[in-house]
Structures are given as C-alpha cells and as structure tokens.
C-alpha cells in the first residue's frame, strides 16, 4: 500500500506563493510501481480538475488555467512531489490533492487547503 500526505496549504494574498508538498510512503515494491504523481484540485461547488502531473522519467504537464505560474518536481530520495504555485488568483482557491497511479491501483492523499484572498 501507498500512502500519500499532502501539506503546504494556506492562506495568501493574491500574487502570493506556496509551494505544495505531497509525501510518499510505503513498500519499495509499491512505490516502484508509481507511473506518475497529479495535483488535482477542487473547488467549492466545482468537480476535481487536472493541475499538473510529473512522470517516473521526469515528463511533466500542465492545465493551461497554471501554465507559467506553476512548477512541479519530484524529489526521488525524499519521495517527495512538490506543487510550486507563484502569482496566485483567487481562482486558485481550493483543496489541492496529490494521487499516484500504479497500474492498476490509484492511491490519493487527504488534500490541502490553498485559499487565495486579501
């Protein structure tokens, strides 16, 4: 099994950053099998959407709506994926979480709060 534990969240003003961290633990084997790690958000009253995704290899996509002011990486001996955000919008505002695809199995974490006002 995988765990994964998201932190980071908070309050900021808009043209803020924070950058997100989501924590991997388990078995070797388990997180070996891990393809790609997403960011996923969701806002109140909206359903969950793509943010970005980083794969094993180092590959990384983006929603157009944080292209340029987002950046994802992996940290290999941490286990760690991290969601730098930087020119935060209040549209930013929402529950970002972090899930792992191992084919077959799709492991989420419990989600951090990101909200963006003044």
């Known amino acids: 099994q995988v765990q994964l534990v998201e932190s980071g969240g908070g309050l900021v003003q808009p043209g803020g950053s924070l950058r997100l961290s989501c924590a991997v633990t388990?078995?070797?084997?388990?997180?070996?099998?891990?393809?790609?790690v997403t960011w996923y958000r969701q806002a109140p009253g909206k359903q969950r959407e793509f943010v970005a995704l980083?794969?094993?290899?180092?590959?990384?996509m983006y929603a157009d709506s944080v292209k340029d002011r987002f950046s994802i990486s992996g940290d290999n001996a941490a286990a760690t994926v991290y969601l730098q955000m930087n020119t935060l919008k209040p549209e930013d505002t929402a529950v970002y979480y972090c899930n792992a695809d191992a084919h077959p199995r799709h492991y989420w974490g419990q989600g951090t709060q990101v909200t963006v006002s003044s």
């Open positions: 388990g078995s070797s084997s388990d997180i070996h099998d891990i393809q790609t």
């Open positions: 980083i794969s094993r290899e180092g590959g990384t």
